[in-house]
């Protein structure tokens, strides 16, 4: 099936919370919602699924009317083709992985033979293909999202729905569903809206991002902007992360002329997109670049000193592929003291590779 652009403007009321906000996401793209807690992230989703009623507004997808509030449109939410992924898998405790994936198309109408053979190979594509007879169960958390990832993909849905689909996962099985994710988004056609509160899903797997506060939208464009030159506060915090973009080699990334190296957090393909992820806290300020060391050094030129409780973070840029690749690091007083730093000086962020970890990519470079 050939998918469509979504476009959406909503108002919706719940007791004195109002969200209005408006979207459009290309088919193949991923739009991240971010934003604070009851800022109105599910409630956008919510309403794009059909489970909540705008007050006002509409959603389509191509010529096709989802809502339409002025015309009294309201297609209910099994008339909807949407594939959800929420938090939890939600399977149905009584069927197997593989009856559980074969549950949308034979829905659709398929034979119950040739539904579970198309259940069977999404198995296989989300790497669950021998969980197929198991029931949720025996599942673990993140087996339990592999099968509802296939579950929500093999009706072939026109709108893909991610709804915090890492936050229950824990530190071991979130990365792996997360190279998982980016893998399937980027083999598939359709418009996927995914609402998280992690930065680093956002730079993994979003093509674009919008940012809600109190309901109301503050800021939007592609990843690699929002992130790179925040302008609301909760994005600033947000963006707590210094994150590299580049291309992806043996052990690290090559962004224009700055190398970084890191371990390999997520499977990365040479030679595609990938972003190297590191704390403030873990760069080291010198000088001069330091001999015979095996960490990463890149020389950049200091552009603020912004005093922080008992740090003080350093903000600097130094040019990659034709643009500033703008880091941070969080240094002590006395440690600004001894290097006598001033803003314009020319210094190394050094940061050992081990504190540096590599995902592949979709979104661009930024720090907090």
Not at 4 to 23: I, K, M, N, P
Not at 151 to 157: H, I, T
Not at 190 to 207: F, K, M
Not at 219 to 227: A, S, Y
């Amino acid at each position: 099936m050939s998918h469509d652009r979504l476009l959406a403007e909503v108002t919706v009321d719940r007791g004195t919370f109002t969200l209005s906000a408006e979207c459009a996401v290309e088919p193949g793209d991923v739009v991240a919602v971010l934003g604070p807690n009851g800022s109105g992230k599910s409630t956008l989703l919510s309403a794009l699924a059909g489970s909540t009623r705008p007050r006002e507004g509409n959603i389509g997808l191509g010529d096709r009317v989802w809502l339409d509030t002025a015309r009294g449109v309201d297609v209910p939410t099994h008339r909807r083709s949407v594939g959800l992924l929420a938090q939890n898998a939600l399977l149905f405790p009584h069927l197997s992985a593989l009856d559980n994936v074969a549950f949308g198309p034979r829905a659709a109408g398929r034979s119950k033979k040739a539904a579970r053979a198309l259940a069977a190979r999404w198995l296989s594509d989300v790497d669950a293909g021998e969980l197929a007879e198991h029931r949720p169960g025996r599942l673990s958390g993140g087996q339990g999202q592999r099968v509802a990832l296939a579950r929500a993909l093999a009706a072939d849905p026109e709108l893909l729905l991610l709804d915090e689909p890492l936050a229950a996962l824990d530190v071991d099985a979130a990365p792996a569903m997360r190279g998982l994710l980016h893998r399937v988004l980027r083999d598939q056609d359709r418009p996927t809206v995914l609402v998280t509160h992690d930065v680093l899903d956002a730079v993994v797997l979003a093509d674009r991002v919008l940012v809600l506060s109190a309901g109301r939208i503050v800021e939007r464009g592609p990843t690699r902007d929002v992130l790179a030159r925040p302008k609301a506060a909760f994005t600033a915090h947000l963006a707590g992360l210094n994150l590299v973009t580049g291309i992806a080699d043996a052990g690290g990334l090559t962004s224009g002329a700055v190398r970084i190296n890191g371990r390999v957090a997520e499977p990365v393909v040479q030679d595609e997109p990938a972003a190297a992820v590191f704390a403030p806290s873990t760069v080291a300020v010198h000088r001069e670049r330091p001999d015979g060391s095996p960490r990463n050094a890149v020389r950049v030129r200091l552009a603020g000193i912004e005093p922080r409780g008992d740090v003080v973070r350093l903000r600097a840029a130094t040019r990659t592929t034709g643009e500033d690749l703008v880091l941070a690091a969080d240094i002590t007083p006395a440690a600004v003291a001894d290097l006598g730093l001033t803003i314009g000086d020319e210094v190394f962020f050094v940061v050992k590779a081990t504190e540096v970890a590599i995902h592949p990519a979709t979104g661009g470079s930024s720090s907090p």
